[in-house]
């Protein structure tokens, strides 16, 4: 069974090979969830929300998804 990776939210046109490569992570490098927002001179240019939140890909990825962080300020 093959199941579409959802992918959703807001992309300005200039910034379409960003949701392209987005959605690329789940399609061909196996991610299964996350979320991307870029802003650029006060605007979010790209706001986006991809996959799964959990391994099964029962209940896709939202805004309000919790994840942890580690080591981002290396």
């Given at each position: 069974m ?67 962080l580690?080591s981002?300020?290396?």
């Amino acid at each position: 069974m093959t199941t579409t990776t959802p992918v959703a939210g807001s992309c300005a046109p200039r910034f379409a090979p960003v949701r392209d490569a987005f959605a690329a992570n789940f399609t061909d490098r196996g991610d299964i969830g996350a979320a991307l927002c870029l802003v650029v001179g006060g605007e979010a240019v790209v706001d986006l929300v991809g996959g799964w939140r959990d391994a099964a890909r029962t209940a896709p990825w939202q805004a309000d998804t919790l994840v942890n962080l580690w080591s981002t300020t290396k």
